[in-house]
């Protein structure tokens, strides 16, 4: 399938690593100019590189692209640097079509212990930038009549994770904004979709599992067999299986689906 996105200009935060690297590539593949945003310099040009190598596979090497991939070096917590980063962006690829919303989580901790300063810590982390960075693109994407918003949430949005109070929280609130932001652009062609990964084998979900591990005394491979078998398809997800859901809500097929929260987690929460 043809996603359309040839010549689209994605910006992708936290795409240095883990679900946003796999999401850079994918959207790459598909023939999208890829704006990379990450804290780490050689992760961040390793990732440009690498989307720069493989641009344009999933069409069949569409032809030569003078630098398809651009790694934004930038911590979008520190002020001003959601401005820079988009700045950066736009200066090398032009107006943003596509934006991808993720980033890491706070640390983990229970709700009874959850203060002011910890709250204060998950706003600036979870929800600050994403609505900065939504704030400078969206009002241009609005004017074209086009653009595209997927935001990684977390299971922990459908069914609160214990021990990531913080992250709960700090999802949902971000969650609440991105089903009211797509009820108003809706008419002027802008869709605003969510994302939630299960258990998707990445450096984060590795480092859960170790913590957990502390705390039970198991070992890490053995939280992690427990953790397999509470998942219906029976294994951690891959990162490239979830971007695979993200680059299809990137692209023009999906120009009907908004205002969703969709699930990539193996049938991990029972729910409806």
Sequence with gaps: MDLGLRDRHALVLGGSAGIGRAVAMALGAEGARVSLVGRHRERVEDTARAVTASWGTALGRIGPHPGPALGVLADLTAPGMPEEAVQQARERFGPVDIVVLNGGGPPRGTAATLGTREVDALTALLLRPPVAVLGLVVPGMRARGWGRVVAVGSSGIAQPIPGLAASNVGRAALAGYLKTLAAEVATDGVTVNLVLPG????????????????????????????????????????????????????????????????????GLIGGH
């Excluded at 984060?204 to 397999?228: F, K, L, W, Y």
């Excluded at 997800?237 to 193996?266: H, K, N, W």
């Design 199 to 266: 258990r998707i084998r990445t450096g984060r979900v590795e480092q859960i599992d170790h913590a957990r591990a502390q705390e039970s005394g198991r070992t890490p491979e053995q939280e992690r067999d427990r953790s397999e078998a509470g998942i219906p398809a029976g294994r951690y997800g891959r990162p490239e299986e979830f971007a695979a859901v993200v680059a299809f809500l990137a692209g023009e097929p999906a120009s009907y689906v908004t205002g969703s929260q969709i699930r990539c987690d193996g």
